[in-house]
């Protein structure tokens, strides 16, 4: 707006004590508001990777629980090897109320392949048609292949919807078959890959195993309790009490090289933004690398938002239109004195240029600052020669330049002589005053040439001289003469003669009266 607006001189004027200001204050402004936006979201991320890292703690110990299940359940069998269905039942049950995503528990009895006929007719004796048997490829059940030791289901819960798995080997398949041979070397519990389940193998989840061993010297194996665990209802159970809507989730077993999804829920699509955010932990769960992601989603970012930045930015700019206007009422004020300054300076100055008198404007030391067209006239001089002059160099009738010389003769008219630059003496009327302007003092001379006058005035007293003289004098012999006459002294007089006479005196005083008057007005104007 500045750049184009009219008049162009003046507003190209307002580009520095408007423009500027205002581009500066504008870009603090917005340095500002980046720096309080900047700070808004570190304290956001601050907020969310706090919650995060709980949540993350809070999944880390649900799983460790897990753990503790399947070595509290190995802890039982250990100590009470020949335990039933009913009591496993019973000793099991409670487990499923207080941990979700626990599809089955079971008792996997070791049989080394020499036992496999003796211990299915053993069992069959408990379950009808029992036999150790594999799962086939198409469905269904079949007479388990042959291996050097088996590890059927005997006992497994919840039963009525997991009966038929009994007599089950997972050794038979082998992926199960590697996590039961980790757990045999192992002391601790193992988590076999990603599975899919066998009572549903639309679903996956984690083989939860740990090896039985006697607690005698010989610490012989006696089998493997098992838990099936889904993970996703896990996650799910552990944030039953967080409104999902404001998370993204995501759970991921890294341990081998093509890393498999555990759990993942995106139910809002992911900005940029939001992905900044995202918190992950890798954590161990029984021989496995699992990494857990959790990222806020647009409606958490919203609902966290601060309009501090805002607001800042809001009142940031209303400051500085107040500012802008604030500067351009000042800079319009400023424009007008500028104008009437200027317009004074002008008027001054040409108050100078034309003044009939002239003007010398002279500092305490005698410098001479300023001089006038009429100061040049009288001197016969350019102003910078005659400021190349001291002033007593011109008016050596001043004597001294103390101002207390000089206070003596302000506001006064003083006749003086001064000097030309060519050396010529004039004669001059000379009037002083005095200022003084930021702690500067100096005095102004007003100068009129007078020689004319005197010329004038010195022939006027040369006029009154010789009609003092040259006509009173024979005007007086005049007058006694004719009295003389009229008294009879050259003889008697006619009586005509004698009034011509009268006329004669008469007209002598008159002109005797006349020329006193005109000697008495020039004595009156002259004081």
Same mark, same amino acid.
């Given at each position: 707006f500045i750049l184009f607006a009219q008049p162009r001189d003046i507003w190209r004027k307002r580009l520095a004590t408007v423009g500027m200001p205002l581009v500066t204050a504008s870009a603090i402004v917005v340095v500002v508001f980046l720096q309080t936006s900047l700070a808004e979201q570190s304290a956001q991320r601050l907020s969310f990777k706090e919650e995060a890292r709980l949540a993350t703690q809070k999944l880390e110990f649900r799983f460790l629980q897990y753990e503790q299940i399947v070595s509290f359940l190995e802890r039982h069998h250990s100590s009470r090897p020949d335990i039933d269905s009913n009591h496993f039942r019973q000793f099991v049950n409670p487990i499923f109320k207080d941990f979700p995503g626990i599809k089955a528990l079971t008792w996997n009895v070791y049989v080394p392949h020499e036992h496999r006929l003796s211990f299915e007719r053993e069992q069959q004796k408990k379950h009808k048609g029992f036999m150790i048997k594999a799962i086939h490829p198409k469905g269904g059940f079949i007479y388990a292949p042959k291996q050097d030791f088996y590890a059927p289901i005997t006992l497994i819960e919840p039963y009525n919807s997991n009966y038929r798995f009994l007599g089950y080997n997972p050794l038979s398949e082998l992926t199960r078959l590697y996590t039961f041979l980790s757990a045999i070397n192992s002391r601790g519990s193992k988590a076999s890959p990603l599975v899919a389940l066998v009572q549903n193998p639309k679903s996956s989840g984690f083989l939860l195993v740990k090896a039985v061993h006697t607690n005698d010297e010989k610490s012989t194996l006696m089998g493997f309790v098992v838990v099936v665990i889904d993970a996703s209802e896990i996650v799910d159970y552990t944030f039953g009490g967080v409104d999902r809507k404001n998370y993204s989730v995501e759970l991921r077993d890294i341990t081998d090289a093509a890393s498999a999804d555990i759990y993942k829920e995106e139910l809002n699509k992911k900005s940029p933004y939001a992905a900044s955010f995202t918190f992950n932990k890798t954590f161990e769960f029984s021989g496995r690398k699992l990494r857990f992601e959790i990222s806020p989603t647009e409606a958490y970012l919203q609902r966290h938002k601060s309009l501090q930045s805002w607001t800042v930015l809001a009142g940031g700019l209303v400051l500085s239109a107040m500012l802008g206007g604030f500067l351009l009422i000042l800079s319009g004020r400023a424009e007008q004195v500028r104008q009437q300054v200027r317009r004074q300076t002008m008027e001054l100055s040409a108050i100078l240029e034309n003044a009939a008198d002239a003007i010398l404007i002279f500092t305490e030391q005698g410098s001479i600052e300023l001089a006038n067209p009429a100061a040049e006239k009288i001197f016969k001089g350019s102003q910078k020669e005659i400021a190349l002059r001291q002033v007593l160099d011109i008016l050596p009738s001043l004597k001294s330049l103390t101002f207390k010389d000089l206070e003596k003769s302000f506001g006064e008219n003083i006749e003086c002589f001064g000097l030309t630059l060519d050396g010529e003496s004039i004669e001059l009327e000379l009037a002083l005053s005095h200022y003084d302007l930021a702690n500067r003092h100096r005095y102004i001379c007003l100068l009129r040439d007078i $020689? +004319?006058?005197?010329?004038?005035?010195?022939?006027?007293? +040369?006029?009154?001289?010789?009609?003092?003289?040259?006509?009173?004098?024979? %005007?007086? $012999?005049?007058?006694?003469?004719? +009295?003389?006459?009229?008294?009879?002294?050259?003889?008697?007089? $006619?009586?005509?003669?004698? +009034? %011509?006479?009268?006329?004669?005196?008469?007209?002598?005083?008159?002109?005797?009266?006349?020329?006193?008057?005109?000697?008495d007005v020039e004595k009156l104007k002259s004081g």
């Open positions: $020689s +004319e006058r005197k010329q004038v005035e010195r022939l006027k007293s +040369e006029f009154l001289a010789t009609v003092s003289h040259e006509l009173r004098t024979p %005007l007086t $012999s005049i007058k006694g003469t004719l +009295e003389l006459i009229k008294m009879g002294v050259v003889g008697e007089v $006619s009586k005509e003669c004698n +009034e %011509l006479m009268d006329i004669s005196l008469q007209n002598a005083d008159r002109l005797n009266v006349l020329i006193n008057d005109i000697l």
